[in-house]
Structure formats: structure tokens, C-alpha cells
């Protein structure tokens, strides 16, 4: 039934839900069996129903060096003791499943490979500190290990399969470009492929590695080509196929080079690139945030990159709340070892096992000092190729680090006893949790799918932004309805996280989309609050969008409790200077300018400005944002004096960053406009000179023709009639020469001109004026045709040829443009333009 619901013609979303539901089925049947197979182990290893190799279950599987066990159509594998305690045999398994997951988008990509080629439905479930593979029963199979024949429909479909997962060319031999290993067998006229560890190519170099040290590479059949591999997204990214067989004998030295250059790629440009994007992520509750376990770990495998290299992360990482959320991350991994081998060993004692552990962890004891120092400390730094800092403990915030725990060890701790607790304060007589606080034990599921490949795409592709238009943010409203949807058929977490942060995407997108009709924003919201981990900061965000609908509905005492609720999460969770906190701010912040109340906003932008310097610094483009918002409200309550010194702060960190050239110019722009209202009018001139200047290096259009204007303006501030002319004059042409490229272009040229004629009219000879004086009758014909002469030509050089022809001698000629009207008529339809 999965394959055939993979080979249908169905709808997508339809048949997306088909398979969630189908996947949540077997998700609930095999992580049921997975957990009895390790109670089975664990509790009753002599009594065990175990099959051991060798068997046909075994070459029906493929996996003849474990132990299987089989019940209701599953088969469940386990590597036995001592092999499934080790990290090797973990790896292995999760680089099975990881790959039968990519391989099997690649089966529904590739038209008509489904026909010839399939995957079993397959999970890894990771309980008790023991790591199963379950994988569904291949009905109809041949116990008999097949080998994929050239020029067969199979081999040409999986050559285009593994050609669109980029490890081969659609022209290789197919014997050549088998992964080492996989398993093969025939059922129901396919080719069941497993254990397809070796899909992706081995990472090559290490964290010990030198920069330049290519000659380091492990040597062909070392256990490193199992251990490292990278990731299959980063591989779909390379520029060039990275081939699996790489560094084995069937491999050439190019191939092998290929991958090793693919592995130095890695670390000198696709980490660099991550730590960017961490550190530059903007204070805002739109999109994406990146600062708990389940995001972080998504965004890094999104990018292909492995979790060991976190303490190459950590190393280039240079914000405080970055480096923090990178060691909280190591430090439960860490921690997530140690505790899944002390639970083999005694799986009756979880409970005071978790306790224990969490409490030298979280607490402020001696013991927990000794911990870190003897344990966590050695092992971050020898797992991750980190040095740590002396005093460890005190660089992480203990309820980020709770959390992260949580999602780690699938331990259940009580959080609202943390919440209500002095869980922030050090107290070395408290440990912050008993016994019984800690409430269950959850098993980890990493399912081969939970929706069809296409319905994944569809969910992947909705990027929120604030930069969005209206139909784009109906098209991602409705693809995060359909995740929603595909979340709640075939959960991925017990703790909802992901839930939650789909919940709280669809409110913020639902309040943008109609921000009249709040019903389904509040849905949204409130649901993202039931439903959400408690004491996560993702529940900020759901009040913050709860702010916002009591702010629509003048309800200002709602709205400050939804702040009050908002801020107490994030500050809770991440500490009370980090990006998330500042976004709560600054979200009320919008809401008092909105009602131009000032000093509120004011007062809460003072607030901004301490987690600023404390999270980004003092000269960081964030700092300097801040310091613009406060220069405009100062400018608003007519503080002058300190809008200016706040533009100055600004600009000073604006000009030394070179990306920062159009920041640099609104800077100069909103002080020479300060300057205007204080009439301090030749600094502002030159304040629009430096302007005019970073806007001409900037290329934008409408910014050069503001400038042109401010710069024009300000010479009529200082009487300067003949400097001004050129100035419009030059804003002018520009128009005219860019019309396509400039909104409003017409009336650009309109406004423009009127500013022109009032110039031009001002600095007349007295003989042009007392000639201007003369009434005339001024009707519509003679206005549109004064109208279509100065669309024509600029003002100054129009009026300039009206007043020749008005002030020629008797007895010369008058040029043609004056043939249908008069001079003397067409200067009075430019007086009675002006005066519109």
C-alpha cells in the first residue's frame, strides 16, 4: 500500500495527508515494538526472543552481523553488546536512515523510478541509551541477494536517481557506482534497496586537520569512511558529484581529490557563511529563530552540516548569545552520552539517573563544579576540538541549557517547579530538581518520511519575511496550513515544539494577511500557547501576536499583560539580553509610535539599547539601527539637539562598514532635514552635499532625485534662487531621462516644474516682471499646451525663450513655438500653473 500510495496520481496535498497518516500508523506500531525490543534487552537479556544471525530474516534484511527481532510484519535491528553501545554503530544506523530518506525523495523526483526501485518504510528509534532500527516486513521478497544487471530498467533508474542526489554522471557504469554495502533484494518486481550507509562520501578532513593538509585523508577501507560522512544536502549543493565510493579501491585518485576539496569547501566557506547568518539574523518575531536545539540542529542540516563541527562553529562564532546556544548544544550532547550509558546499564533507575544528572548540570554545588570540570568540560573539548572556557558553567544560561537537555535525553522534567523556582539564582544548598519531578522517558523517532517528497517541498519553500507582499503571504499561509496539518497527522516531537512554531508562523502570517478579521490569528496564537512546550520562547511570540490584536482593538491593558507574558518567556529562556528579548521590545515599541505616544516609546528604546550593546556591542549595525529609531521619535518630540547626536552616533558606525553606503546617506539625510528646523542652514547644506554624494555611489534612482531635491531645498533656505534652479533642474532631467524606473514620474515632473516656475519667476530682470504683470484670458487649450512644453523642455530654458520673445525687438520675428500662442499668452498660462 506505501508503494503503490508513492506511485499514485493523486493530488498532492491529498495524498501528502495519505501518507502522514499512513507513517504516523507506523510510527505509533514501531516505536511500541522498538521499546519492548529494548526492555527485551535490557531487563530480560536470557529470556530474549531474539533471532540471531545467521538467518533468511537476516539476508531478507541485510543486516547479518545483529540481532533482529520480528513481530506483526516488522523487523526490529539492534547491533548486539558491546557493538550497540558504541557511537560507531549509532552512526551507522543513522546514516542508514538518513540516506534511504534521501534516496527515497529521489525515487518520487525521477519519473517512473518508483516503478523499479523502492525503500521499506524504515525509522531509527533511540531508547534507553539503545539505538533500533525498525523496518517494515518486505512482502513477496526473495531471501536471495540480487545484483543490479546493466541495460535494465533498473539500472537506468537508479543511475538518474543517484545522478539527482549529485554522487554520479548519468553516463557511469552502474557496477561502478553502487554504494559499498547496500543491500539489494526482489519483491513484487522491484528492487528493494537497504543499508545505505555508504550513499553520501566520506568527510575526509577532521578538526584536527591542518588548513592546507590534503596528504592528512584517510587511507582506502578505514574506519573513517563510516564514522564521517557528508551530509546529502550539502552534497546537492555542491558544484560537482561527489561520488560514495570515494577513497575505496573502485575509486579514481580525481574522485577521491573531488571529495577531499568538497570537505576543505566545507570548512573554510560553508561554516563561515552559517556564523554569518547566526550573527546577523535581525531582531525580529518574523520567520525562522534559530535559538533552541530543535532550530538550530534544523538549520545546520538544512546547510549540510555535520553536528561535530559545532566547536568549529563556536570558534568563529563572536556574538555572546550565538557562542552560548553553540556550547549549550555541545554540552547536551555531551550530556545525552552519558546519560544514554548510564541507563544501559541500569534502566530501572532512569528516574534518579535523570535527576542526578540534570541536577549537576543545572545546580550550583560543589558537585556540580567538580562535574564540569572533570567530566563535561574534557569531553566537550575532545568531541568537538574545543577549548573551552575556564569557567563553563557561568557562560550558559541554565534554563537554555534545561530545554536543550530535554530535547536531548528525552527526559520530561517538570518545568513549571524550574519556573517558579529561583531556577536563575545560584543556590548551592537547592538543587533545582527531586526525584520525582522527573515525569517520563521519551524514545527519540527519526521516521524515513512523514509526507510525500512533494508535500515536503511545498512546506520547505514558505520563507516568511517582512519584506513580503500580500499574495505571497497567502501562498505561505496556506503551505504552513498544510504543514500544520501534516505536523498533527505525523507528529516529529513529544515536547511540540514543532507544533508550536508552526502555530505561531501561522498567526503572524494571518495577522499580516487581514489584520480586520483577527479570528483566525487568535486561533492561531492561543492554540500555539496550549499546545507549545511550557516555558519556551517561542511562547514570546504567540503573546506578542496576541499584543498586537489587543492594540487593534484599543485594549491597551490586554495588550501590556501579552508584553508582560511575552517578555517573562523569552527573558526565562534565553537570558535578558538576547535578539528574541529585543524583538518583544521592539514590538511594543512599534505599538506606541502607532499611538504617538512618545515618551513610552522612548522609554522602551532606552530598554532596547541595553540588549543591544549587550547582545551585538556598542559599533555594530544593530546599535546603529537603534540609535536612527530614537534619533526619529527625538525629531518627533522636537529634541533636536539629541536627534542630531543620535544620527552622528549612527553614522560613525555606519561609515565604517562599506556595505552600510545606503544607511550612511538616510543618516545624512535625516540630519540635513534636522538641520533645516533648526535653521541652521549652511550646515545643512553641506549635510545634503554628503548626502548627494553617498546616493550617487549608492545607484538608486529615487534616492538620487531625493537628494537633488533636499539639496535644492536647502539652497532656497539660503536664497540661493540661480543654485537652486540647477539643482531642480538636474532632479529634473533625471526624471525625465529614468521615468520607467522612477514611481510616480509624472507627477515627479509636475512637482518638479511648479518648483522651477516659482524659482524662475523670483529671479526675473524688472523688465521680465513688469512684463509678467500683463493680464491675459487663460483657457484649458492654452494650459495643455503650456503643460506639454514643459514636459518637453525644462522650465528655466521654456520661460527663458517665452521672455526673448517677449522682450525682441520691433519688427523681428517671433519663433515658431509661438505661432499658435503668443508669448505674452503662454507666460500667463505658466503664472496660472503655478498658482494651482
Not at 177 to 187: A, D, G, K, M, R
Request: charged residues 20%; aromatic residues 6%; hydrophobic residues 45%.
Amino acid at each position: 500500500m506505501y508503494w503503490e500510495l508513492l506511485r499514485s496520481a493523486s493530488p498532492v496535498v491529498p495524498k501528502g495527508l495519505s501518507m502522514s497518516h499512513m507513517m504516523k500508523e507506523f510510527h505509533d506500531a514501531a516505536d511500541s515494538f522498538a521499546r519492548s525490543v529494548v526492555d527485551d534487552l535490557l531487563l530480560h537479556p536470557a529470556a530474549s526472543s531474539a533471532i540471531d544471525p545467521p538467518s533468511p530474516h537476516h539476508d531478507l534484511v541485510g543486516y547479518n552481523d545483529c540481532t533482529l527481532f520480528a513481530a506483526n510484519g516488522l523487523y526490529a535491528v539492534v547491533y548486539p553488546p558491546p557493538l550497540s553501545s558504541s557511537q560507531q554503530a549509532a552512526k551507522s544506523l543513522g546514516h542508514d536512515i538518513r540516506s534511504s530518506r534521501v534516496l527515497l525523495s529521489a525515487l518520487e523526483a525521477v519519473e517512473g523510478a518508483a516503478t523499479d526501485l523502492a525503500i521499506p518504510v524504515q525509522c531509527v528509534v533511540d531508547y534507553m541509551g539503545v539505538r533500533v532500527l525498525v523496518v517494515a516486513q518486505v512482502l513477496q521478497a526473495s531471501t536471495t541477494t540480487c545484483h543490479i544487471m546493466a541495460d535494465t530498467h533498473a539500472a537506468a533508474s537508479f543511475r538518474r536517481v543517484l545522478h539527482q542526489l549529485h554522487v554520479c554522471d548519468l553516463n557511469d557504469n552502474v557496477a561502478d557506482i553502487v554504494p559499498f554495502e547496500t543491500h539489494l533484494v526482489q519483491s513484487q518486481g522491484r528492487l528493494v534497496l537497504s543499508k545505505l550507509r555508504h550513499v553520501c562520501a566520506p568527510d575526509v578532513l577532521h578538526e584536527s586537520d591542518d588548513a592546507n593538509g590534503f596528504d592528512q585523508t584517510p587511507s582506502k577501507h578505514s574506519a573513517s569512511l563510516t564514522a564521517w560522512k557528508l551530509r546529502p544536502e550539502y552534497i546537492r549543493q555542491y558544484h560537482t558529484p561527489l561520488y560514495s565510493n570515494a577513497y575505496r579501491q573502485e575509486s579514481t585518485p580525481a574522485q577521491d581529490n573531488i571529495v577531499a576539496c568538497a570537505s576543505h569547501y566545507m570548512q573554510k566557506s560553508v561554516l563561515p557563511a552559517c556564523v554569518h547568518r547566526l550573527e546577523s539574523s535581525p531582531a525580529t518575531l518574523v520567520g525562522q529563530s534559530f535559538f533552541d536545539s530543535a532550530s538550530f540542529t534544523s538549520m545546520l542540516h538544512a546547510d549540510g552540516i555535520n553536528m561535530r563541527y559545532l566547536g568549529r562553529i563556536y570558534d568563529l562564532a563572536t556574538l555572546k548569545h550565538v557562542r552560548r546556544l553553540v556550547m549549550t548544544e555541545m554540552v547536551a550532547r555531551v550530556a545525552k552520552v552519558l546519560l544514554r550509558a548510564m541507563l544501559r546499564e541500569a534502566p530501572t533507575h532512569w528516574r534518579a539517573l535523570a535527576t542526578d544528572l540534570f541536577n549537576v548540570l543545572c545546580g550550583a554545588g560543589p558537585d556540580a563544579v567538580d562535574f564540569y570540570q572533570s567530566q563535561i568540560q574534557p569531553t566537550v573539548e575532545l568531541k568537538f576540538g574545543v577549548a573551552t572556557p575556564h569557567n563553563l558553567r557561568h557562560e550558559l544560561h541554565m534554563p537554555q541549557l534545561l530545554l536543550a537537555l530535554q530535547h536531548h535525553t528525552g527526559v520530561q522534567m517538570d518545568l513549571p517547579v524550574a519556573i517558579n523556582s529561583q531556577f536563575l539564582v545560584d543556590d548551592a544548598r537547592h538543587p533545582p530538581f527531586r526525584t520525582h519531578h522527573a515525569i517520563a522517558v521519551t524514545s527519540s523517532v527519526t521516521l524515513v518520511c512523514t509526507t510525500t517528497s512533494a508535500c515536503q517541498d511545498m512546506i520547505q519553500d514558505t520563507v516568511v519575511s517582512d519584506s513580503m507582499d500580500e499574495d505571497a503571504l497567502e501562498v505561505a499561509l496556506t503551505n504552513l496550513k498544510l504543514a500544520l496539518a501534516v505536523e498533527q497527522a505525523c507528529p516529529t516531537d513529544s515536547r511540540h515544539v514543532r507544533l508550536c512554531h508552526l502555530l505561531v508562523q501561522a498567526a503572524e502570517v494571518s495577522l499580516r494577511v487581514d489584520a480586520a478579521d483577527d479570528a483566525g490569528t487568535k486561533t492561531f496564537a492561543s492554540l500555539a500557547l496550549e499546545e507549545g512546550p511550557t516555558g519556551h520562547a517561542l511562547r514570546s511570540r504567540a503573546y506578542v501576536v496576541l499584543m498586537r490584536l489587543h492594540h487593534a482593538k484599543e485594549d491597551m491593558a490586554s495588550a501590556l499583560r501579552s508584553f508582560e507574558k511575552a517578555l517573562e518567556a523569552a527573558t526565562w529562556h534565553l537570558g535578558a539580553s538576547h535578539p528574541v528579548v529585543l524583538g518583544v521590545l521592539l514590538s511594543l515599541v512599534a505599538i506606541w509610535i502607532d499611538r504617538q505616544e512618545w515618551l513610552k516609546a522612548l522609554d522602551i528604546l532606552d530598554h532596547c539599547t541595553t540588549v543591544v550593546k549587550e547582545a551585538y556591542g556598542r559599533y555594530t549595525i544593530q546599535y546603529a539601527q537603534l540609535r536612527c529609531q530614537q534619533a526619529r521619535v527625538l525629531h518627533t518630540l522636537g529634541q533636536l539637539d539629541q536627534a542630531v547626536s543620535m544620527f552622528e552616533d549612527a553614522l560613525a558606525i555606519y561609515e565604517e562598514l562599506p556595505s552600510c553606503v545606503v544607511e550612511s546617506a538616510d543618516c545624512c539625510s535625516a540630519m540635513t532635514a534636522i538641520f533645516l528646523d533648526m535653521a541652521s542652514l549652511q550646515p545643512a547644506f553641506n549635510m545634503a552635499m554628503k548626502t548627494h554624494d553617498l546616493r550617487v555611489s549608492s545607484g538608486d534612482t529615487d534616492a538620487i532625485l531625493a537628494s537633488w531635491m533636499q539639496l535644492g531645498a536647502c539652497s532656497k533656505a539660503l536664497h540661493d534662487d540661480f543654485r537652486a534652479i540647477e539643482y531642480y533642474k538636474s532632479a529634473l532631467a533625471l526624471v525625465k531621462a529614468n521615468q520607467a524606473a522612477i514611481s510616480d514620474a509624472v507627477q515627479c515632473i509636475q512637482d518638479i516644474s511648479r518648483q522651477l516656475l516659482a524659482l524662475v519667476f523670483q529671479t526675473l530682470s524688472p523688465e521680465a516682471k513688469q512684463v509678467s504683470r500683463k493680464e491675459k484670458a487663460v483657457s484649458n487649450d492654452l494650459l495643455e499646451f503650456v503643460v506639454a512644453q514643459l514636459y518637453a523642455l525644462d522650465a528655466p530654458q521654456y520661460l527663458d525663450m517665452i521672455f526673448q520673445d517677449l522682450l525682441r525687438e520691433a519688427g523681428t520675428p517671433s519663433m515658431a513655438l509661438f505661432e499658435d500662442y503668443p508669448s505674452d499668452m503662454q507666460l500667463r498660462g505658466a503664472q496660472h500653473l503655478l498658482n494651482l
